[in-house]
């Protein structure tokens, strides 16, 4: 630190390298895609404006536009109009699998409150999943024996860092970041043993749940709301199901509860036991969300484990014919998607967040269940999915070159400073190290010999002697060295030898004699040079 201060100019950091000023970036650019589709920079929009060929004879949904990718995160985020209502649904990912519907998960709501509803534990496992990093592929410790599910793949090419997968999610491979074709930063590839339940919309007979799986998911069952409240549940779950009714039908019931019930798309935040009451027993209006809390919490009371879940649903009929443009538009721009067969492919807008039930279903483990498949469905202006197509204008990003002036002086006298400093600090502890030695050597005990004696090998190297071997006795030493045998007699008997003869005044005075003559050899100014600065020593200290 006093290197730094010492040797670094005032002005280093006087200059800031910028590559992008946010504060000063034009207002978002939204493109159409209007005109011919094979016309470089002038794509069209796949209905094609006054093309009833084009058009199929379907109502128009929308349009398809791209935007720049300066502005993207920020349109994101502001993407709400006046009063509210949504203008545009942006594209989050895309996603490729062979297979479809796939519910992909961000988080888990097991936990349910009297006041705010259903929420999520971060403690949860697949929970933490979902914002973990791997350095390696995550494989499922120990996934469960569950009858009826397939093994998808799903690869996923997305906007956000926030992983998403299926469950029952057997295998995670690492999330790969490259803003090269930014906002499309983010790819993994996730495989989940999903259930064929699910996809197929059956209801198989099952039986009830044993002890040990009611222990085992009593939080499951937890209803948590104050006693008028449940009483209202109850009341309205007695009047769909019969006490009699086995365990699916109970589910069946539940959902087909909700075919008087209008659906309308979007997402809302609000989960609180007052909406979900307000949706189920006043308006029977809602989306996604009020639809799988009100299962879940129903389910509980029927005696059904129950959670919600939150992610993206991933369906061909949510592709309409924008959705597909845009898809053949980001397989020209975006190369990682360029092998990637066209039916494959599915765009997941924000359109496409959706909350749906799963319940626990014995031998089938956690199904799956969409509420909203029994409702009224949606038309005109309730369809969020007929907004307009945002997709970002995809560029491969450039590095700019930079001329930077490397300040070599500078660096050669920090890398100066730094050696003098070490070498400094080597020498210094070398001879404090020796002036410790020095001082204890004089002392009649064990440690007062082995001073003594490291001493001697210290000022033996200076003189041209060859470093000691570390499994070497000092009689092994003297062997090559016969000038040493006294020394080396002397010592071992005062460290080796009766306990009695270790704190002798009379061997410590002999070993310091021994000591003088050895050295007693007139020396150069070479060796003393040596004695004073050789590091060759050092193993002795």
Known sequence: ALALVLLVPPDFVSRLQVLNNLSNIIEPEMRALDGDRDSPGNRGN?????????????????ELYVMSPERWGSAMEDGQGQGGQMENQYMVMVVSTPRQPVYLADEYFNLLDPVRGFYSDPAYELNQLTRSQFLESWVNPDPAPQRNRIPVWVDVFSTIPDKVASYEPFQLEPAVFDSTWYPISYSYRSRSLISNLSLSGSFPRVFPLSDVEKQELSGYLEINLNPEREAQYRDFLNSIIDEDDDYMTRIEKILRNYSSFQ????FTDNVSIQAISAFLFEN????????????AILGR???????????????RGLQNPNHIRALEELKERYPPLAEEPLSDLYLVTTAHRH???QFYLPVYGWVDFEATTFAIPPAGNMDPNNLNVVIPDIRERTVVERTIDIPWGLMLRLAAATALFSLTAVYLIRWWRIGALALVSGRASEAGYKARYRLLLIRLRARGYEIKRPDATPAEYAEAH????????????????PADRRDSAEGSEKLAGEYRKILSVRRGPLVFLRELFSLGDLRYL
């Open 46 to 62: 796949i209905l094609g404006e006054g093309d009833p060929d084009a058009q199929g004879g379907e109502e128009r949904r929308g």
């Open 263 to 266: 659906y309308e798309l979007g």
């Open 301 to 315: 009371m029927a005696g059904i484990p129950s959670r919600v879940v939150t992610g993206y649903l991933v369906s």
């Open 284 to 295: 029977r209006t809602g989306d996604c969300t009020e639809f799988s809390n009100s299962a």
């Open 355 to 357: 909350s749906w039930t």
């Open 482 to 497: 016969p000038e040493l045998d006294e020394f080396g007699r002397l010592y071992g008997d005062l460290v080796y030898g």
